[in-house]
């Protein structure tokens, strides 16, 4: 009998800790919500502002001004864009990430998110090619985060690749999934770092050395929205060879 007390008395214990737990993690996903929104608003007042700035709007400004608010506003613009990555982190966690799904065509969407980055491939003599299957069928996605995932991984393999490299995006159909990945002969990933490159705030070894920008968010993001959609999201990495990211949708 008092072996069965005892063992029921950690049992309670485990299930009061675990209440506890998810109590502590709610409180902190509610704060990271209210927070974001707060600084959302005032950041995009400066973005606003700025940009009246620097389209002379309120009068001409010199080179050496231009400079400090083009500077000003990059900032400004990081700051948004990790704004947006944790409260896309607090709607992950609620269970209300995806809203709108659509039938649309994902070869085109990878084409347009290609188009924005042209500059960049452009100023890093990237090598960029885009291979695709003829005739990709339609597949129902939530457009804005399929765009985003797909952007986060392209956005890295050319972050992460040095000038004169190569980037290579393609979309296959295979047995009811549709198949799209993102070749790079970037710095790769360290063998023994990545078990972690799926969790939150994870940034390599390797490429804080690059001194390069991120927040740690875009694969944990990209790997919920891919899940999310009923898909598989998985990589190969080779330190200093460069990186393969995969994920799949069901059509």
């Not at 980037?167 to 990933?189: C, H, P, R, Y």
């Amino acid at each position: 009998m008092p072996e069965k007390l005892k063992k029921k008395g950690k049992q309670l214990k485990k299930e009061k800790e675990r209440v506890e737990e998810e109590k502590i993690e709610r409180l902190k996903t509610e704060f990271v919500s209210i927070t974001a929104h707060q600084l959302r608003t005032p950041l995009s007042a400066i973005k606003w502002i700025l940009e009246m700035l620097l389209n002379e709007e309120l009068g001409k400004i010199t080179k050496e001004q231009r400079e400090f608010l083009e500077k000003t506003y990059r900032s400004n613009e990081r700051m948004i864009s990790l704004i947006n990555s944790l409260l896309n982190v607090t709607k992950i966690k609620e269970g209300k990430f995806l809203y709108k799904p659509v039938l649309s065509q994902i070869d085109e969407l990878t084409e347009s998110i290609i188009e924005v980055f042209k500059d960049e491939i452009k100023r890093k003599q990237i090598e960029f090619e885009f291979k695709k299957s003829k005739k990709l069928p339609k597949i129902l996605i939530d457009i804005e985060k399929i765009k985003l995932a797909i952007q986060n991984l392209i956005d890295n393999a050319i972050r992460y690749t040095l000038p004169r490299g190569k980037v290579t995006v393609s979309l296959k159909a295979i047995k009811g999934e549709i198949e799209f990945s993102v070749k790079d002969t970037g710095v790769g990933i360290p063998e023994n770092q990545q078990e972690r490159v799926f969790s939150k705030f994870f940034r390599g070894k390797n490429v804080m050395r690059l001194e390069t920008e991120g927040s740690g968010l875009g694969l944990f993001i990209t790997k919920n929205i891919v899940e999310a959609h009923g898909g598989k999201i998985w990589f190969k990495s080779e330190e200093r060879e460069g990186t393969t990211f995969y994920f799949t949708l069901p059509y």
